[in-house]
């Protein structure tokens, strides 16, 4: 013969079922009218499944809404249809990879995906020149004027380039050159710039007796007057220690390349410098220090 034994929560606590909900709690009280589920007490909580993230994200087809909390990385993660979201001391918002957190000391950071791109400029008119191979300062459309580098002659400027406090320590940089010609090309033709440089970080020595190199080598428009940049510079990956940290300055020479294959017939004006860097944060914590 087969026994039923039914063991009522009442000899555990006091629960009450209602057609809305359900309480439990330890005075008898209803649930609230919102809840299919409500718990209280004064001096204990909820514990939810608790297993290491990697065994939340091998959870077989996970409802919208489960929750369960990760052991290794002291958070819960809830999943919201496609991806498992965490909530943790550090409020998070996005994916668990690409995603937005405040840290405890309340500083925004950009992990994954979620960080984003800025530029560095230096603007034509702040570069320097030093007086044998300058470009000429000629007119560019009416009365505008802008620096004019020469087919025949290798011509150069010079500046410096400090990293803000709000780059991702470490990552690559990609530098890139604005410019414009008069005449149009013929669609074969060319200019290249060529950036060398010494970068150091605070503390450290700008090492080496020869600069650094990279370059860029843009087609010219068919158009006149086309507001053109080098898509296709070659990236610059930082030394470790040495070069990757914010306020780390690079010391510039740019020119363009006048013995580049098929290289434009004509002047090329110059119209800035930029660097394009990844930011991960938006500044740092302390004055020298990420």
């Not at 470490?170 to 013929?186: E, K, L, N």
């Not at 006149?224 to 306020?247: E, N, R």
Request: charged share 20%; glycine share 8%.
């Amino acid at each position: 013969m087969k026994r039923i034994f039914v063991l009522s929560l009442s000899t555990l606590l006091s629960a009450a079922l209602f057609s809305q909900g359900v309480a439990i709690n330890e005075d008898g009280s209803s649930p609230d009218a919102s809840a299919m589920l409500d718990v209280q007490g004064a001096d204990k909580g909820i514990l939810v499944p608790r297993m290491t993230y990697a065994e939340i994200a091998a959870i077989t087809s996970p409802a919208d809404g489960l929750l369960a909390y990760a052991t290794d990385s002291a958070a819960f993660y809830f999943y919201d249809g496609s991806s498992w979201g965490k909530i943790a001391n550090q409020f998070q918002l996005g994916g668990s990879t690409d995603y937005s957190e405040f840290e405890f000391d309340g500083t925004l950071v950009f992990n994954g995906n979620a960080s984003t791109w800025e530029d560095i400029q230096v603007p034509g008119f702040s570069v320097i020149t030093q007086g044998s191979a300058d470009p000429d300062l000629e007119i560019f459309k009416d009365n505008t004027r802008a620096y004019a580098f020469d087919d025949n002659t290798e011509q150069e400027v010079f500046f410096t380039v400090q990293l803000p406090h709000s780059m991702k320590q470490g990552s690559t940089i990609y530098p890139h050159v604005h410019f414009s010609t008069a005449t149009g090309g013929s669609g074969t033709e060319v200019v290249r710039w060529v950036l060398e440089y010494f970068w150091a970080n605070i503390d450290q020595v700008y090492s080496g007796a020869t600069a650094s190199t990279a370059a860029g080598t843009e087609t010219i428009a068919s158009n006149a007057y086309t507001h053109q940049v080098t898509k296709s510079f070659d990236s610059i990956t930082p030394g470790a220690g040495t070069q990757d940290k914010i306020s780390s300055i690079l010391i510039c020479r740019l020119y363009r390349d006048v013995d580049v294959a098929n290289d434009f017939t004509g002047d090329v004006y110059f119209l800035q410098f930029d660097i394009h860097y990844e930011k991960n944060t938006t500044g740092s914590r302390l004055q020298f220090i990420k």
